[in-house]
């Protein structure tokens, strides 16, 4: 279980980090994004507990971070969030099966470098395999989406969090959301559309 997390504020980011603490405190990453810039500013990668002290949210920046428990048996520096392929950068939540991720380990063990590699290399999410949910930077725009599975909850100050929070709302599963569009600010829904493989908690809110 992993936790991923976004504010424009710093104090909100702290907040949210405790909320989240429960599921996992094995590593870490903050990452940094340049709003006026609209590209990636920083991504710093830790093990163990975050260290809270560290993070100062500046203007027009939006501070993402991701706390992990890893689901795999890769538990070292490689497989702290983000996966990164060129100039994409994915955070995720979740659980992907590991049948799918042994048809593809010529290519990785790490079910999340797997989601971004087929991400890359299709512009497809159809038949990842399990549960996920994920903040994806590509070509220095930022994107959310999840399967009907795995939670992501937003609310209208574009906070994020994994975990309920007061205020939020589920962001809708199975579509390809623009992040803080240079447009609106707001979730703007793409073209991109993709199934959720099997969900055993069809029809239930979570």
């Known amino acids: ?20 603490a429960y599921r996992g405190q094995h590593s870490w990453s903050i990452s940094y994004y340049d709003l006026l810039r609209n590209s990636m500013k920083s991504v710093s990668r830790g093990m163990g507990e975050i260290s809270k002290g560290s993070i100062n949210v500046g203007i027009n920046e939006y501070c993402i971070v991701h706390m992990q428990a890893p689901t795999t048996d890769n538990k070292d520096m490689n497989t702290v969030h983000p996966a ?10 979740g659980i992907i099966k590991a049948d799918w991720v042994n048809k593809r380990k010529d290519v ?31 070509n220095d725009k930022l994107y959310l989406f999840r399967n009907e599975i795995s939670p992501l ?6 906070n994020i969090s994994s975990t309920r929070f007061e205020g939020a709302v589920l962001i809708k599963p199975n579509i390809v959301w623009e ?22 908690y069809y029809g239930l809110d979570l």
Do not use: R
Request: charged share 20%; aromatic share 10%.
């Open 1 to 20: 279980m992993c936790s991923i997390i976004g504010s424009h504020n710093t104090d909100m980011i702290l907040a949210l980090i405790d909320l989240n």
């Open 84 to 93: 990164q392929i060129g100039n994409a950068y994915l955070w995720h939540n």
């Open 108 to 138: 990785s063990s790490w079910d999340t470098h797997l989601i971004l590699d087929q991400y890359v290399k299709t512009k497809n999410l159809n038949d990842i395999d399990g549960t996920f949910a994920c903040l994806l930077c590509d």
């Open 153 to 158: 909850f937003i609310d209208k100050y574009n």
């Open 179 to 200: 992040f803080l569009s240079t447009v609106t600010g707001k979730l703007e829904e793409t073209d991109m559309k993709f199934n959720t493989v099997e969900n055993p």
